[in-house]
């Protein structure tokens, strides 16, 4: 059974930086999808971002284009999203998700799901 751990959230100020890791436990990562979701209070869980299996196609909410990357290190069961010119709009949950086959934004198509880092943007 594939389990995911995120970390790496935390309180930072806007402008600042952040690497969430997903470490995934229990089955290799190699033939799954990854995509990063964030659920503010009282709102929608939303896709950040996805990569392929291997790395090859990345995809990016709009708000987030140009600010954060995804990167995937297979060998270490890890993917990464590294967040920079955070805002005070990226504060939510940010969870990743894992699925067998091609990589989206919409969170219902994934089968399993970390428990949450909490990323807080603020003075």
């Known amino acids: 059974q594939l389990q995911l751990v995120e970390s790496g959230g935390g309180l930072v100020q806007p402008g600042g930086s952040l690497r969430l890791s997903c470490a995934a436990s229990?089955?290799?990562?190699?033939?799954?999808?990854i995509g990063w979701f964030r659920q503010a209070p009282g709102k929608e869980r939303e896709g950040v971002s996805c990569?392929?299996?291997?790395?090859?196609?990345?995809h990016y909410a709009d708000s987030v284009k140009g600010r954060f990357t995804i990167s995937r290190d297979n060998a270490k069961n890890t993917v990464y999203l590294q967040m920079t010119s955070l805002k005070h709009g990226d504060t939510a949950v940010y969870y990743c998700g894992a699925v067998w086959g091609i990589a989206t934004m919409k969170p219902n198509r994934y089968d399993y799901w970390g428990q949450g880092t909490q990323v807080t943007v603020s003075t």
């Open positions: 229990g089955s290799t990562l190699d033939y799954y999808a």
């Open positions: 990569i392929s299996h291997n790395g090859g196609s990345t």
